[in-house]
């Protein structure tokens, strides 16, 4: 399981805290903490550098970006938050007569949370 184009995580604070720093990023579903981590869950959501690649979500998230995870009242604890760092973002592509293409734009990894914010 990965996100849908209709649950893409949203960027809540572009510039950082206090003008600098990682972007940070709000997704709300069903998902758990747990859920989330696995590799490559946020599908075709890492920042494209060609805005033309094929597959390309447009959503941008990048390694270093920080992500609020908030369970949804479909939740198996609705509300609860907890933060997460981006870690990777992994090209997700094809290899044909040895030429590369990408096929779905950047997948990207969160890492596990230690704590809950909620």
């Known amino acids: 399981m990965g996100v849908t184009l209709?649950?893409?995580?949203?960027?809540i604070l572009e510039n950082g805290f206090?003008?600098?720093?990682?972007?940070?990023?709000r997704y709300t579903?069903?998902?758990?903490?747990?859920?989330?981590t696995a590799t490559g869950f946020f599908?075709?959501?890492?920042r494209s550098f060609n805005v033309n690649a094929p597959g390309s979500s447009g959503?941008?998230?990048?390694?270093?970006d920080a992500l609020l995870n908030q369970e949804s009242a479909a939740g198996v604890r609705p509300g609860r938050c907890t933060l997460h760092g981006c870690i990777s973002a992994t090209l997700n592509s094809t290899r044909a007569a040895?030429?590369?293409s990408s096929t779905a734009g950047y997948d990207v990894s969160v890492a596990s949370c230690s704590r809950s914010l909620v």
């Open 6 to 11: 209709l649950l893409t995580p949203q960027l």
């Open 18 to 25: 206090n003008g600098g720093g990682p972007r940070v990023w």
């Open 29 to 36: 579903s069903s998902n758990t903490s747990t859920d989330i």
């Open 43 to 46: 599908a075709g959501m890492g």
């Open 59 to 64: 959503v941008g998230m990048q390694v270093g």
């Open 98 to 100: 040895g030429v590369y």
